[in-house]
């Protein structure tokens, strides 16, 4: 098996869940007492959290690509950033490695194209609902985007932020998931994309109004593709 490196700490709450489902999917395909081999390096959030202005994202860039840098140089054959928001310096830490870094947007991209779905919702963090980095790689998949609903956008961001990202998750907080949800439903949408790693702890993504694509677990599936290949 080859391995595979993660950017992860952005939150380790999601980190966490990373490691658990390329884990799972490995041991479903290897069997019972397989692992994958994984590296991890958890970056300290505080430095990553809420970046504002062009400087903050210069900075992050830099710190993700020397992390990049440091997982291929212990023997990662690949790199995943364990966060959607920081695919906006994608191209920054993809530049910085001579291994494949896994877009997650690309990776949920590919599955709703084989899947049909040609109008969907993209629900996040303000940057990745409102910035094109993230919406684009779906696009070019001849995938519709809802524009984004400026009544959800700091709903969303109170949520993710103030909530998951510390490894939260209120009966409130679910109630407002599910009735994004449904408005989304009702807006035409055919699918949801889950654009924060997070959000799997507040919507049960077997059992909603809406066709369900959860980043993180798509993510992960593409990892363990690449590290059974």
């Known amino acids: 098996m080859r391995k595979i490196g993660l950017i992860g700490g952005m939150s380790w709450f999601s980190t966490r869940t990373y490691y658990e489902h390329i884990n ?13 081999p994984l590296l991890i390096e958890s970056l300290d959030f505080t430095e990553l959290s809420r970046l504002s202005s062009a400087e903050d994202w210069t900075r ?32 920054t830490v993809a530049a910085a490695v001579s291994v494949p870094v896994l877009h997650i947007a690309e990776c949920v991209g590919e599955r709703m194209a084989a899947k049909g779905v040609k109008k969907a ?32 956008v700091e709903t969303l961001d109170q949520i993710i932020y103030g909530q998951l990202m510390q490894g939260k998750a ?13 408005y989304l439903s009702q ?24 066709p369900i694509y959860d980043c993180i677990r798509i993510h992960a599936d593409a990892a363990v593709a690449w590290i059974l290949e």
């Open 170 to 182: 209120t009966p409130q907080a679910r109630r407002e998931l599910k009735s994004i949800l449904t």
């Open 121 to 152: 919702a993209l629900i996040g963090t303000r940057n990745v609902m409102l910035e094109s980095f993230y919406r684009q790689k779906l696009i070019a998949r001849d995938i519709e985007l809802l524009p984004p609903d400026m009544r959800f």
């Open 24 to 36: 799972q999917g490995v041991q479903a395909r290897k069997g019972l007492e397989a692992s994958a």
């Open 60 to 91: 992050a860039a830099q710190v993700l690509a020397d992390s990049a840098r440091r997982l291929e140089t212990a023997g990662a054959s690949a790199i995943l950033i364990g966060a959607n928001s920081m695919h906006k310096v994608y191209d």
């Open 187 to 210: 807006d035409g949408a055919q699918a949801v994309v889950l654009g924060a790693t997070e959000l799997e702890m507040v919507v049960d993504v077997d059992a909603t109004v809406l």
